[in-house]
């Protein structure tokens, strides 16, 4: 039983270059997230998907696009990384229609941008 | 601003006593409340769930509900040195156009001191 997926694990990019990160949840939940966390800072919404085929801005969206594939499928694209984006993210997935469900997450993707 | 707030600690307590995490929110009609632990280098793992006004116990783990004073704590009793780690509170509050979105506070760190 997987749960949330995300690859890669890790990776360091160079300023400029882009790379998109991958997210697939398998409990057919009907919205996904992208979380940043950094020290200090907490968990902040970068994107979000309430239901497949629409995507909303969070917290933390500039630098950043998304694309929900499919249900099961959310990836965040950084077009041209930047030392700021330097971060630990998070992919999750809710069962909106049941809103007493809990947020599930993946085990998360570490960035390094030099 | 809908807001979850929480103290950043760091809380250290003594092997074997009870810990006790705060949380408030800024939403009247919030309905869930969920208590995460995230251990460094991890993602949050949610520990405990509450919905209702008043106790929920689990193990060494005791949720606490005070809807009116838009309140929630989580207690741990015997207090572990596996225990430490960051704990985040995430509240549903409401967004635009009734839909309803997982807000985290930005965590308490524990240390239990062996």
């Known amino acids: 039983n997987a749960g949330v997926t995300q690859t890669p694990k890790f990776q360091v990019l160079k300023t400029g270059q882009s790379m998109t990160l991958q997210c697939a949840q398998d409990m057919n939940h009907n919205s996904m997230y992208w979380y940043r966390q950094d020290p200090g800072m907490g968990l902040r919404l970068i994107y979000y998907s309430a239901s497949e085929g629409t995507t909303d801005k969070g917290e933390v969206p500039n630098g950043y696009n998304v694309s929900r594939l499919n249900k099961r499928e959310f990836s965040l694209r950084l077009e041209s990384a930047a030392p700021s984006q330097t971060s630990v993210y998070f992919c999750?997935?809710?069962?909106?229609?049941?809103?007493?469900?809990?947020?599930?997450f993946g085990n998360g993707t570490r960035l390094t941008v030099t | 601003q809908k807001e979850v707030e929480q103290n950043s600690g760091p809380l250290s307590v003594p092997e074997g006593a009870i810990a006790s995490l705060n949380c408030t929110y800024s939403d009247r009609v919030s309905q869930s409340f969920f208590w995460y632990r995230q251990y460094s280098g991890k993602s949050p793992e949610l520990i405990m769930s509450?919905?209702?006004?008043g106790d929920k116990e689990d193990g060494r783990f005791t949720a606490q509900l005070n809807k009116a004073s838009q309140y929630v704590s989580l207690l741990i009793r015997d207090s572990q040195p596996s225990d430490s780690a960051t704990y985040l509170c995430a509240v549903n509050l409401r967004g635009g156009a009734g839909s309803y979105q997982l807000t985290f506070g930005k965590g308490t760190k524990l240390s239990v001191i062996p």
């Open positions: 999750a997935s809710w069962d909106r229609h049941s809103y007493n469900s809990p947020l599930h």
């Open positions: 509450i919905y209702s006004n």
